[in-house]
């Protein structure tokens, strides 16, 4: 009877062992997880953590996009140098705004004096005669009125900044010679002005000279006085 219980017990833990297997399912081998690409949580601690982790992942890949959209769209210098549609301030000239670079040119001879003329434009307007003010230079304004005559024909008494440099003859002649510089200069600025210039007479150079002393008389045209005996 004994051996008759033994073999029956034997007998059903036989069956219940393949019951056994069948119930826990056999773990993955490495070529099924490299072909999933998705490993088994080896506990629920591991578990709750792969959504976290999956999350910040998709936050660090954004991150990346936006940065490289930004990139794309800031603007790149083109290749000839120039600068893009940046937003720089504009840089205001030294000197009053004025720009030393650019310039009108002019020569004026009058009698023995010679003036060399330069038109600056300028939105500060001075007329400047070997470093000095034309009202220094000048002490009479008869002169200083003939040394604005073309400016004040053609209007353009606020457009430049004039400096000269006038030497020989005295101070009637040099005004003649600074007018006769800056009418020339205002037909480079603008050739229109020539007419308007050309019909006043400051384009015209003057050819009266001081007349030469002759034989015998005391100056060009003075004779010494006559006496009969």
Do not use: W
């Amino acid at each position: 009877m004994a051996e008759e219980k033994e073999m029956a017990e034997e007998g059903q833990t036989a069956e219940e062992a393949p019951k056994v297997a069948e119930a826990t399912p056999a773990p993955e081998t490495g070529q099924e997880v490299a072909a999933t690409g998705v490993e088994a949580p080896a506990s629920e601690d591991a578990a709750e953590a792969a959504p976290v982790q999956a999350a910040e992942a998709a936050g660090v890949e954004d991150a990346a996009t936006e940065e490289a959209s930004a990139e794309v769209t800031e603007p790149v210098p083109s290749e000839g140098g120039d600068a893009a549609e940046y937003d720089l301030p504009l840089v205001e000239l030294a000197d009053g705004g004025r720009d030393m670079d650019i310039y009108y040119y002019g020569t004026g001879r009058r009698k023995t004096a010679s003036a060399q003329v330069r038109l600056y434009p300028s939105k500060e307007p001075a007329i400047l005669v070997n470093d000095m003010r034309v009202d220094e230079y000048f002490s009479r304004a008869a002169d200083i009125n003939v040394v604005k005559t073309p400016l004040v024909v053609t209007a353009t008494e606020d457009m430049f900044r004039i400096t000269v440099k006038v030497r020989g003859g005295g101070m009637t002649g040099q005004a003649g010679a600074v007018r006769h510089g800056i009418a020339r200069a205002l037909t480079k600025a603008n050739p229109e002005l020539r007419r308007t210039l050309r019909r006043e007479g400051s384009l015209t150079r003057d050819p009266r000279m001081k007349e030469r002393k002759k034989p015998g008389l005391k100056r060009a045209r003075k004779a010494p006085q006559y006496t009969k005996r």
